[in-house]
């Protein structure tokens, strides 16, 4: 109960702040930063290590990779269909590509599931949403912009991005069985506890909400794709036809519902996809993601007795 109220706290404190002009009009971007670069590198190098490597590790990995394919395919086919432009097809497949694994999923996933579920997020964020974002996003962004990133250019930015390398660190770790001296480990923990407090008010100050024109049709669909189509895909991949149980099981599905990554859509608004469709996918996603995320735990709950 106390990580629920923490959640919904800090959300409403970030728009409490933006609104009454407490926080600076950027400063999110410092948190954002933070949070990026420093809170998820020591959550990465805390739980990573403790990780117990087996084949289901596939599963929560897979998660983003499966989410960015398949919103490709079917926006590319829907944007055809619906004679939309370019420009908006790419700010749905970013919008809808990619979820929110770590500014949301870490405080939903640990409010429900405690700090053991934040293993799992890690391997849903680390291996599968960043790296795919920083590649095919990052491709998808160009493309559908008419711009040009070099193979060598989406290398370095992986290479030096500080979560990336403290995965990398984390990993071998990891495979080596190396122990992290207990002191350090204690530092980890708390830098990595700052994640959700911080992401939680970051997220709550970007919230902004604009009028519904000839932007809603597209919206709706980048929207039914995110929060309902794509998690019952992955249900019924996972659950159905896979036959597969557990808490690492449970948390990738609930992962997979999680609302647009903000990461995605400030990528998708400076290489100017849609900009307001783009806005409008966290500004509507984020709050509508907390009732569609109800009801896939209580669709879990129900079905498999979580």
């Known amino acids: 109960m106390s990580n629920l109220i923490l959640l919904f706290l800090c959300l409403f404190l970030g728009i409490f702040l933006r609104k009454t002009k407490i926080f600076p009009e950027n400063g ?3 948190l954002n930063s933070f949070v990026v670069n420093i809170s998820l590198s ?67 996933i640990q409010a429900i599931y405690g700090e053991s579920g934040i293993k799992t997020v890690m391997l849903v964020d680390q291996p599968g949403g960043f790296v795919a974002l920083s ?32 995965f990398s660190i984390a990993v071998l770790l990891n495979i080596f069985s190396v122990s992290v001296p207990v002191e350090l480990d204690e530092v980890f923990s708390k830098l990595g506890a700052t994640t959700v407090p911080l992401a939680l008010v970051s997220v709550g100050s970007q919230l902004r909400w604009q009028k519904l024109d ?23 991949l996972y ?40 806005n409008l996918m966290i500004g509507i996603g984020i709050p509508l993601s907390f009732v569609t995320l109800a009801i896939w735990y209580f669709v879990l709950k129900y079905t498999f007795g979580v």
């Open 28 to 30: 999110h971007s410092a």
């Open 42 to 108: 020591a959550l990465a190098l805390y739980y990573i290590p403790k990780v117990v490597l087996s084949y289901q590790i596939i599963f929560p990995v897979a998660i983003a990779w499966m989410n960015i394919i398949l919103a490709i395919l079917f926006f590319t086919f829907l944007g055809k269909k619906m004679n939309w432009s370019k420009g908006l097809i790419g700010a749905l497949i970013m919008g809808a590509g990619f979820g929110n694994t770590s500014f949301i999923g870490i405080p939903v």
């Open 214 to 236: 000839s932007d809603s049709k597209p919206l709706f669909w980048g929207l039914l794709f995110k929060l309902i189509l794509f998690p019952s895909f992955v249900f019924v």
């Open 135 to 166: 590649t095919v996003g990052i491709a998808v962004a160009n493309f559908y912009s008419g711009g040009q990133s070099s193979v060598l250019e989406i290398f370095k930015k992986i290479i030096r991005f500080p979560p990336f390398i403290a």
């Open 239 to 278: 659950f159905i036809i896979l036959k597969q149980r557990g808490e690492m099981i449970e948390i990738s599905f609930l992962e997979s519902a999680m609302a647009p990554m903000i990461t995605a859509v400030i990528i998708a608004i400076d290489h100017q996809l849609s900009p307001k469709v783009s």
